[in-house]
């Protein structure tokens, strides 16, 4: 969904991918998309198997691409732009459409026609796209968070109207739970925030917190639209995704999520995600649709960064000038505001095995 970026940029993803989908080694069985649901019930056969992924040739796209297929998926991948499709086919990674559990579709997030022919005959959608700032630096602008917001609304609309899709799992962020303005700061106890937590999209814009308000804006507009309406809905707010590759696949997004990261790391809410914790939870997350054991929203995280050296490393891995010592002060052994919340992931994701969510990932993210 309207990732733009320049062809640099987009051959150094290209070139990541390729590397990344040799190493996963990549070849799978094809499945078949496939009949339409009859009313009220799951498509059988094949077609049950049969999800479209936005965005998923993205960090985050990709890796849930490949979780999928690791779960025996047939995935149809929705490219928006011709060049996407052709460097896919330049990489010959997966031989005709179909030959290795992919397909690829072109549609436009933008377009409800082109949504509706690339989610038909699929059972559910992983909507994990998102827009970037070519420029790189500024990350987000005011109007690409509108933008999200239109094609969050549009893309649910499209699942609603595509008869074969009963579920779509989207991907949020958890900047749209952390930034209020009217949290008691005088609490003996630290403030929860979980699910039931949104950003204020007042507090985002007067502070231009751009990537917050979009992400908040079109998690609502997702909300909004899946109300009263056939088609289950969950979406998944990770903290700041990372994992090998980030910092050139991811690093724009990172830069624009990092906007604010002073007071959020002062407050104990900078938390980090490893792609393969947010890939196997948007799938987990899916499954579990079936016999409505998930539903709402989920808050998505490995660790929180509670040390200015670990802030300072992140901002380093991402070319950034270090701004850590900023943080430290007097304040530094005040107790903590707040305290970020996962429970209901861990719940969901032990409800079939183990969790693995309190694994602490090392700050060399890359």
Same mark, same amino acid.
């Given at each position: 969904?309207?990732?733009?970026?320049?062809t640099?940029?987009?051959?150094?993803?290209?070139?990541?991918?390729?590397?990344?989908?040799?190493?996963?080694?990549?070849?799978?069985?094809?499945?078949?998309?496939?009949?339409?649901?009859?009313?009220?019930?799951?498509?059988?056969?094949?077609?049950?198997?049969?999800?479209?992924?936005?965005?998923?040739?993205?960090?985050?796209?990709?890796?849930?691409?490949?979780?999928?297929?690791?779960?025996?998926?047939?995935?149809?991948?929705?490219?928006?732009?011709?060049?996407?499709?052709?460097?896919?086919?330049?990489?010959?990674?997966?031989?005709?459409?179909?030959?290795?559990?992919?397909?690829?579709?072109?549609a436009?997030?933008?377009?409800?026609?082109?949504?509706?022919?690339?989610?038909?005959?699929?059972?559910?959608?992983?909507?994990?796209?998102?827009?970037?700032?070519?420029?790189?630096?500024?990350?987000? /602008?005011?109007h690409? #968070?509108?933008?999200? =917001?239109?094609? %969050?609304?549009?893309?649910?609309? @499209?699942?609603? &109207?595509?008869?074969?899709?009963?579920?779509?799992?989207?991907?949020?962020?958890?900047?749209?739970?952390?930034?209020?303005?009217?949290?008691?700061?005088?609490?003996?106890?630290?403030?929860i925030?979980?699910?039931?937590?949104?950003?204020?999209?007042s507090?985002c814009?007067?502070?231009?917190?751009?990537?917050?308000?979009?992400?908040?804006?079109?998690?609502?507009?997702?909300?909004?639209?899946?109300?009263?309406r056939?088609?289950?809905?969950?979406?998944i707010?990770?903290?700041?995704?990372?994992?090998p590759?980030f910092?050139?696949?991811?690093?724009?997004?990172?830069?624009?999520?990092?906007?604010?990261?002073?007071?959020?790391?002062?407050?104990?809410?900078?938390?980090?995600?490893?792609?393969? /914790?947010?890939?196997? #939870?948007h799938?987990? =997350?899916?499954? %579990?649709?079936?016999?409505?054991? @998930?539903?709402? &929203?989920?808050?998505?995280?490995d660790?929180?960064?509670?040390?200015?050296?670990?802030?300072?490393?992140l901002?380093?891995?991402?070319?950034?000038?270090?701004?850590?010592?900023?943080?430290?002060?007097?304040?530094?052994?005040?107790?903590?505001?707040?305290?970020?919340?996962k429970?209901?992931?861990?719940?969901?994701?032990?409800?079939?095995?183990?969790?693995?969510?309190?694994?602490?990932?090392?700050?060399?993210?890359?």
């Open positions: 969904m309207g990732v733009l970026r320049s640099q940029s987009l051959q150094a993803e290209v070139d990541e991918l390729r590397a990344s989908l040799l190493a996963a080694g990549w070849r799978r069985s094809a499945g078949h998309a496939g009949a339409k649901r009859a009313p009220g019930g799951e498509p059988g056969g094949a077609a049950a198997r049969t999800v479209c992924v936005t965005g998923g040739i993205s960090f985050v796209g990709f890796a849930v691409v490949d979780r999928l297929l690791r779960h025996g998926y047939t995935v149809r991948l929705a490219l928006e732009t011709q060049e996407d499709m052709d460097k896919l086919r330049e990489m010959e990674m997966f031989g005709e459409d179909g030959r290795d559990g992919v397909w690829t579709v072109m436009n997030v933008m377009d409800p026609e082109s949504l509706h022919r690339a989610f038909d005959g699929c059972a559910g959608v992983f909507h994990t796209s998102g827009f970037v700032d070519p420029g790189g630096m500024s990350g987000y /602008t005011k690409m #968070a509108s933008l999200e =917001a239109q094609a %969050a609304e549009r893309v649910i609309e @499209a699942c609603v &109207r595509t008869e074969s899709v009963r579920k779509c799992v989207f991907t949020s962020s958890l900047l749209a739970c952390v930034w209020r303005q009217n949290y008691s700061h005088d609490r003996r106890f630290p403030t925030i979980d699910e039931n937590c949104w950003s204020d999209e507090f814009r007067d502070n231009k917190l751009w990537f917050a308000l979009g992400k908040t804006a079109a998690e609502k507009a997702a909300w909004r639209a899946a109300r009263g056939d088609l289950k809905l969950v979406t707010c990770p903290g700041l995704v990372t994992g590759g910092r050139r696949r991811n690093s724009t997004a990172s830069i624009a999520y990092l906007k604010g990261a002073h007071a959020m790391l002062a407050d104990g809410l900078l938390a980090t995600a490893n792609v393969e /914790t947010v890939a196997e #939870a799938v987990r =997350a899916f499954e %579990a649709m079936s016999d409505n054991t @998930a539903g709402g &929203r989920y808050i998505c995280y660790h929180v960064i509670q040390r200015p050296e670990e802030f300072a490393e901002e380093r891995q991402l070319g950034l000038p270090s701004r850590a010592v900023a943080a430290q002060g007097a304040d530094d052994d005040r107790p903590a505001r707040f305290e970020l919340c429970r209901k992931l861990a719940r969901l994701m032990s409800s079939r095995r183990r969790c693995t969510y309190d694994t602490y990932y090392s700050v060399a993210f890359d």
